[in-house]
């Protein structure tokens, strides 16, 4: 009996030791991958990394810089998030920023924040109007989640803002693919739109390419059971494809869960290269440069 009890005891042990192996891997961040030059990290959220300064954006900056990526376009959520980017867009060449209302704070867009994101939106440093769109994932999950009448009202502001200012149209979906791609068709997209963080499954991805619209792919694309998003990625158009960390969130394979950053943004092109059977090299020039011309970035 004590034999047995003491063997129960020390697998428990070891049961603790390996969760608190993995609460510790989750804690650090990934390893720098090998440089692939040219890339641009077309979705990234500096604030979020801790880039609240220019002195944090400068390192995050310059620690994506050392494995090729060049350039990131940094995200608003909120108007909070919007200040913040284009902050970061003026405190470091490197960083431009995309100013909206996500449309979990879809509710948020009164006259007063209306006007100012029109101003944001007009700012040389500010390349896109996003991340807006349609999430019915949070409604009647948080009370903070704007429901999707007032969501879709939103949405239909953006898009005439885009229009408005001349700038790409950066989308967030959520579960909400026919709604989405209908109130685009009604209310006239803009020259531009990218499909951040692409999630559809295939009958979605060529609909979007038939229109015409740019397919951003994240980490997502390299997890284990991505294989509907694996099979959206190969048949994308080599001009209609961008490559984004959305950090800190969707580390790619094999980092799942761990923090992100763009200097991961290598491991995600490389995905990609594998998936539609490129030279990693070649898939990089091929997303750096979508993402220059989209974005109309500088040439490097």
């Known amino acids: 009996m ?9 697998e428990s042990e070891r049961n603790e030791s390996a969760k608190a192996a993995k609460k510790r891997r989750r804690r650090e961040p ?24 220019a002195e944090s954006v400068a390192a995050i900056l310059d620690r994506a810089e050392a494995v090729g990526v060049g350039a990131v376009i940094t995200v608003a959520d ?13 405190w470091d060449e490197r960083a431009y920023a ?9 509710g948020d867009l009164d006259d007063a924040n209306a006007a100012e994101l029109e101003r944001m939106a007009e700012h040389p440093r500010v390349v896109a109007v996003g ?11 948080s ?13 239909r502001w953006h898009i005439d803002l885009a229009k408005r200012v001349g700038k790409p149209l950066m989308i ?17 997209a803009p020259d531009v739109v990218i499909m951040h963080c692409f999630s559809g499954d295939l009958a979605v991805a060529r609909e979007c390419i038939d229109r015409g619209y740019v397919l951003s792919f994240a980490g997502t694309v390299s997890f284990a059971n991505a294989g509907e998003l694996r099979a959206a990625a190969e048949i994308v158009p080599d001009d209609q494809i961008l490559v984004e960390t959305d950090a800190p969130f969707l580390t790619p394979h094999p980092y799942r869960g761990q923090p992100n950053q763009s200097y991961c943004l290598p491991y995600t092109a490389r995905a990609l290269a594998d998936i539609r059977g490129v030279d ?6 091929i997303l750096g440069a979508n993402a220059r011309r989209i974005y109309r970035l500088p040439l490097r």
């Open 143 to 155: 009370d903070d989640c704007a429901p999707p009448a007032v969501q879709h009202e939103t949405f």
């Open 78 to 90: 909120d108007m909070v998030d919007a200040r913040w980017a284009v902050a970061a867009a003026e």
């Open 30 to 53: 990934p390893p720098d991958p090998t440089p692939l030059p040219g890339l641009v990290d077309a979705h990234t959220h500096l604030a979020a990394c801790g880039g609240r300064d």
């Open 280 to 285: 990693d090299e070649a898939m990089g020039r």
């Open 131 to 141: 991340e807006t769109g349609l999430d019915y994932y949070w409604p009647g999950k």
């Open 98 to 106: 995309a100013v909206a209302l996500h449309p979990m704070h879809a």
């Open 172 to 188: 967030h979906n959520r579960e909400a693919d026919r709604d989405l791609l209908d109130i685009l068709a009604a209310e006239g």
């Open 2 to 10: 004590s034999d047995s009890v003491s063997g129960g005891d020390g």
